[in-house]
Nanobody, 124 residues
Framework: QVQLAESGGGLVQAGGSLRLSCAAS????????MGWFRQAPGREREFVAG????????YYEDSVKDRFTISRDNAKNTVYLQMNSLKPEDTAVYYC?????????????????WGQGTQVTVSS
């Protein structure tokens, strides 16, 4: 059973950057498709980005495309989310999770082993 722990959140001004990390325990991390989600106050959890087990395939939600980059280092059991050109509307708690399928899916119910989340706040 994999356990996930996010880190790297914080307070940043609009236009700034942050790099989130999601560290995984367990020897099977490299076999999992992984995803990043976020949840803002009063809103449902939404998909941000996903990456295949090999890192060869990625997929992004439209509003973060060309600003965010998802990557992984299977040797370090870690998946990353590089966030550039941050906007106030990116403010949310960011979560990583493993997909229960072999393909990148945007539906949160198809993910498991959620981390505790890391807060990202972007000031205007």
């Amino acid at each position: 059973q994999v356990q996930l722990a996010e880190s790297g959140g914080g307070l940043v001004q609009a236009g700034g950057s942050l790099r989130l990390s999601c560290a995984a325990s367990g020897r099977t991390f490299s076999t999992y498709t992984m995803g990043w989600f976020r949840q803002a106050p009063g809103r449902e959890r939404e998909f941000v980005a996903g990456i295949s087990w090999s890192g060869g395939n990625t997929y992004y939600e439209d509003s973060v495309k060309d600003r965010f980059t998802i990557s992984r280092d299977n040797a370090k059991n870690t998946v990353y989310l590089q966030m550039n050109s941050l906007k106030p509307e990116d403010t949310a708690v960011y979560y990583c999770a493993r997909s229960m399928t072999d393909v990148i899916t945007t539906q949160s119910y198809q993910y498991a082993n959620w981390g505790q989340g890391t807060q990202v706040t972007v000031s205007s």
